[in-house]
C-alpha cells in the first residue's frame, strides 16, 4: 500500500517562499498522477495543482497559479510544492495525494500546517 | 468553476439509524461525483467515486447516488466510527469540494 509523509510546513512571513514535500513510500510511485490539496483551519477542502506520471503534464487552480509550482522527482519517489508570495489566507494544512481514475484520490499524506503569520 | 452545495450542514443521528446527505452541482457533472469522510485531524478518506462505486475497502452500508446535478450519499445504519464530516468532491471540471457535512451523535 502506498504510503505519503508530508513535510516543509512551518511559520512563515508574508510575502515568504516554502517548498512542501511529500514522500512516497513505494516505486509505484511513479505510475500515479499526484496532486497537492489544502485545508484552512475549520474550513473544507481545496484541491490546488496535480501533475501526471512524468512530470510534464501540470495543473493549477486559478488563484495559485502563477505563486505555486508543482514537481516531482520519480528516482526520489517524492512530490513537491513550491511556495512563493505567501499570504495570510495561505494559512492551512496541505495534502498530498493521489489523483487516480480521472481525478479521486484514494491515497493521502497526514498533511503539514503551514502558517502565513508576521 | 462548479460549485457544490451540501445540505443539511449538520446531521443529528444515533447509532443504528439511516443517514442521508445531499450534494447540489451547479450544473450538471454527469456522475464524476466523489464522496470523502474526514475524522479530526486526519486526511479525508476515499468512500464513493463516479457517483455509485465505492472504494476499496468500504463497508457495504455506504452507498451513493445520483447523477447530473443531484447526489446523495447514504449510510444504511450508521456505526459509532461513522461520525464525522462528510465531502463531495467532483471531477468534471478541475476539482471542486462541497462544504461539507457534518454527521454527529444525538
Known amino acids: 500500500e502506498l504510503q505519503l509523509v508530508e513535510s516543509g510546513g512551518g511559520l512563515v512571513q508574508p510575502g515568504g517562499s516554502l517548498r512542501l514535500s511529500c514522500a512516497a513510500s513505494?516505486?509505484?510511485?511513479?505510475?500515479?498522477?499526484m496532486a497537492w490539496f489544502r485545508q484552512a483551519p475549520g474550513k473544507g477542502l481545496e484541491w490546488l495543482a496535480n501533475?501526471?506520471?512524468?512530470?510534464?503534464?501540470?495543473n493549477y487552480m486559478d488563484f495559485v497559479r502563477g505563486r505555486f509550482t508543482i514537481s516531482r522527482d520519480n528516482a526520489r519517489n517524492s512530490l513537491f510544492l513550491q511556495m512563493n508570495s505567501l499570504r495570510a489566507e495561505d494559512t492551512a494544512v496541505y495534502y498530498c495525494a493521489t489523483d487516480v481514475r480521472g481525478g479521486y484520490s484514494d491515497y493521502w499524506g497526514q498533511g503539514t500546517l503551514v502558517t502565513v503569520s508576521s | 468553476e462548479i460549485v457544490l452545495t451540501q445540505s443539511p450542514a449538520t446531521l443529528s443521528l444515533s447509532p443504528g439509524e439511516r443517514a442521508t446527505l445531499s450534494c447540489r452541482a451547479s450544473?450538471?457533472?454527469?456522475?464524476?461525483l466523489a464522496w470523502y469522510q474526514q475524522k479530526p485531524g486526519q486526511a479525508p478518506r476515499l468512500l464513493i467515486y463516479d457517483a455509485s462505486n465505492r472504494a476499496t475497502g468500504i463497508p457495504a452500508r455506504f452507498g451513493g447516488s445520483g447523477s447530473g446535478t443531484d447526489f446523495t450519499l447514504t449510510i444504511s445504519s450508521l456505526e459509532p466510527e461513522d461520525f464525522a464530516v462528510y465531502y463531495c468532491?467532483?471531477?468534471?471540471?478541475?476539482?471542486?469540494f462541497g462544504q461539507g457535512t457534518k454527521v454527529e451523535l444525538k
Open positions: 450544473q450538471s457533472i454527469n456522475n464524476y
Open positions: 513505494t516505486s509505484t510511485f511513479s505510475s500515479y498522477w
Open positions: 501533475v501526471n506520471q512524468g512530470g510534464t503534464v501540470k
Open positions: 468532491q467532483q471531477r468534471s471540471i478541475w476539482r471542486t
